[in-house]
């Protein structure tokens, strides 16, 4: 995450991601007489009345939002006083602003440090006797970093809370596709932190080849938003296309507060038949009304105008035709020798939140760049005509194709980015260092080719290409 002028604020400004598990079995009246349910209600004790009844299943709604809320790490902090921090609770009060209603379900499995999680149906909070809170279950020992845990939530919420629709929410700290060996590492951006539902106390978290088996499993749903940062990437995506209908995220970090809640259930009730060109106008909308805004800590207002941000909707189905584009623009880079555009491309290029944001402020090992950046650059640079003509039709393809909207806010003064620029998904890149410190590779459980993308494309192969022409350009 960035802080820039704010380091007094460096507390308050997290990352974020998520996962799920646990339930009753299935009771058949089927094989029941009257007799036998007379019988069985005779034999109850005073007090086995009074128990709550299995939850049964509502009646179908227009939508069900699910979000796996994996706050056992520092999410779960409070800082300056209470005034910053506990940033899962918070969110979880503005969904009692609105709460379910005969639109909208909206159910949440909160895992806290120290606590385990918590299953429940978020209402609205009206007096001082109502929580807001149905819960369902507790439990102490949820693994919130297990990504079976994250199936048997939505299956659970899909199944008590029926709807036509469905929106699953990871929450949580995120960090693109790189899955690092863990061992004792505390959750969020660094050389040797993960994000993406990261447990610190079970040290367990999700792998991007894991997203792919999640969403399998789960089963279709309409919308996924990862309320985590630097999510919104092609390898990561491309895990999980086959499973969803919309996807939701950034490619850079997002401050702690996430969504606003309050904002989506209002606009999800208003108009529970919302098209998603109508969902990313409101998204693009109050994500630049959020920033110019500024950020309350108490009675304060923080402005974020030195605060790099982008949001950005992309269509999931359009990521099988990715491949393709990549493979033109890379194979014609990589057949005309487009030294030069590949020098320019890797100098260039908008990057996002560095592997060690405290001391990289260069950015040089930095290696999620913005795509549709790349292959401008790459035009602008080459001196093949194919070239240029491939990197204009992947430019095209995702402004047109792939990313249904996109919103690029502020920027990198310190690098000379203009967020404004970028097209709204990322990908891994050459890295802008000369040598590679070999640690860094050691940390890498996944490997960048075993990933679907890579296995689908050229794109492996090309990045190693632009590496040994950038690591011996001059």
Same mark, same amino acid.
């Given at each position: 995450?960035?802080?820039?002028?704010?380091?007094?604020?460096? *507390?308050?400004?997290?990352?974020?991601?998520?996962?799920?598990?646990?339930?009753?079995?299935?009771?058949?009246?089927n094989?029941?007489?009257?007799?036998d349910?007379? @019988?069985?209600?005779?034999?109850?004790?005073?007090?086995?009345?009074?128990?709550? /009844?299995?939850?049964?299943?509502?009646?179908?709604?227009?939508?069900?939002?699910?979000?796996f809320?994996?706050?056992?790490?520092?999410?779960?902090?409070?800082?300056?006083?209470?005034?910053?921090?506990?940033?899962?609770?918070?969110?979880?009060?503005?969904?009692?602003?609105?709460?379910?209603?005969?639109?909208?379900?909206?159910?949440?499995?909160h895992? *806290?440090?120290?606590?385990?999680?918590?299953?429940?149906?978020i209402?609205?909070?009206?007096?001082?006797?109502?929580?807001?809170?149905?819960?369902?279950?507790?439990?102490?020992?949820?693994?919130?970093? /297990?990504?079976?845990?994250?199936?048997?939530?939505?299956?659970?919420?899909k199944?008590?809370? %029926? *709807?036509?629709?469905?929106?699953?929410?990871?929450?949580?700290h995120?960090?693109?596709?790189? /899955? %690092?060996?863990?061992? +004792?590492?505390?959750?969020?951006?660094?050389?040797?932190a993960? $994000?993406?539902? !990261?447990? /610190?106390?079970?040290?367990?978290?999700?792998?991007?080849?894991?997203?792919?088996?999640?969403?399998?499993?789960?089963g279709?749903?309409?919308?996924v &938003?990862?309320?985590?940062?630097?999510?919104q990437?092609?390898?990561?995506?491309?895990? &999980?296309?086959?499973?969803?209908?919309?996807?939701?995220?950034?490619?850079?970090?997002?401050?702690?507060?996430? !969504?606003?809640y309050?904002?989506?259930?209002?606009? &999800?009730?208003?108009?529970?038949?919302?098209?998603?060109d109508?969902? $990313?106008?409101?998204?693009?909308?109050?994500?630049?009304?959020?920033?110019? $805004?500024?950020m309350?800590?108490?009675?304060?207002?923080?402005?974020?105008?030195?605060?790099?941000?982008?949001?950005?909707?992309?269509?999931?189905?359009?990521?099988n035709?990715?491949?393709?584009?990549?493979?033109?623009?890379?194979?014609?880079?990589?057949?005309?020798?487009?030294?030069?555009? @590949?020098?320019?491309?890797?100098? $260039?290029?908008?990057?996002?939140?560095?592997?060690?944001?405290?001391?990289?402020?260069?950015?040089?090992?930095?290696?999620?760049?913005?795509?549709?950046?790349?292959?401008?650059?790459a035009?602008?640079?080459?001196?093949?005509?194919?070239?240029?003509?491939?990197?204009?039709?992947?430019?095209?393809?995702?402004?047109?194709?792939l990313?249904?909207?996109?919103?690029?806010?502020?920027?990198?003064?310190?690098?000379?980015?203009?967020?404004?620029?970028?097209?709204?998904? @990322?990908?891994?890149?050459?890295?802008?260092?000369?040598?590679?410190? %070999? +640690?860094?590779?050691?940390?890498?459980?996944?490997?960048?080719?075993?990933?679907?993308?890579?296995? @689908?494309?050229?794109?492996?192969?090309?990045?190693?290409?632009?590496?040994?022409?950038?690591?011996?350009?001059?």
């Amino acid at each position: 995450m960035k802080t820039n002028n704010l380091k007094f604020l460096t *507390a308050a400004l997290s990352l974020m991601a998520f996962g799920s598990q646990a339930f009753a079995q299935d009771f058949n009246l089927n094989s029941l007489s009257a007799a036998d349910i007379r @019988a069985a209600q005779a034999d109850k004790g005073i007090f086995d009345f009074i128990k709550p /009844d299995k939850p049964e299943p509502m009646g179908q709604k227009e939508w069900t939002i699910m979000v796996f809320m994996n706050a056992k790490n520092d999410l779960s902090d409070s800082q300056l006083m209470g005034l910053v921090g506990k940033w899962a609770e918070k969110d979880i009060k503005e969904m009692k602003e609105i709460g379910t209603t005969d639109k909208v379900n909206i159910v949440v499995e909160h895992g *806290a440090k120290g606590k385990g999680s918590k299953r429940m149906l978020i209402t609205k909070k009206g007096s001082v006797l109502s929580s807001g809170e149905k819960v369902y279950g507790e439990y102490p020992d949820a693994d919130m970093g /297990d990504y079976k845990r994250v199936v048997e939530f939505a299956k659970w919420a899909k199944t008590t809370f %029926p *709807a036509k629709k469905t929106m699953l929410v990871l929450w949580n700290h995120g960090l693109g596709w790189i /899955d %690092p060996k863990m061992e +004792q590492a505390p959750a969020g951006t660094g050389t040797s932190a993960k $994000g993406i539902l !990261f447990d /610190d106390e079970t040290k367990n978290y999700l792998r991007t080849a894991q997203m792919k088996e999640m969403m399998r499993q789960i089963g279709y749903t309409d919308i996924v &938003m990862q309320n985590a940062c630097l999510q919104q990437m092609a390898e990561v995506l491309y895990e &999980m296309k086959d499973y969803a209908g919309l996807f939701v995220g950034s490619e850079e970090t997002m401050l702690a507060q996430g !969504f606003d809640y309050t904002g989506l259930l209002t606009f &999800m009730n208003a108009n529970p038949g919302f098209t998603h060109d109508q969902l $990313g106008d409101y998204l693009v909308s109050w994500y630049k009304a959020f920033y110019a $805004g500024g950020m309350n800590i108490g009675p304060i207002s923080m402005p974020l105008d030195d605060m790099g941000a982008t949001l950005s909707l992309v269509r999931p189905a359009s990521l099988n035709e990715l491949p393709v584009h990549l493979d033109a623009f890379a194979g014609a880079m990589m057949r005309n020798n487009e030294t030069v555009a @590949a020098k320019a491309a890797v100098e $260039g290029v908008i990057r996002f939140t560095s592997l060690d944001p405290a001391n990289d402020k260069k950015k040089l090992i930095a290696a999620y760049a913005d795509l549709y950046d790349f292959a401008d650059l790459a035009a602008l640079n080459a001196k093949s005509a194919e070239t240029k003509r491939a990197a204009e039709a992947l430019m095209g393809f995702i402004k047109n194709r792939l990313v249904l909207r996109s919103v690029g806010i502020n920027g990198d003064k310190a690098n000379g980015y203009d967020y404004t620029k970028v097209g709204g998904i @990322a990908i891994n890149t050459t890295m802008k260092i000369k040598k590679v410190p %070999p +640690q860094l590779e050691e940390i890498f459980e996944t490997k960048y080719n075993e990933l679907s993308l890579s296995r @689908a494309s050229q794109w492996d192969e090309f990045v190693t290409w632009t590496d040994n022409v950038w690591r011996s350009a001059r």
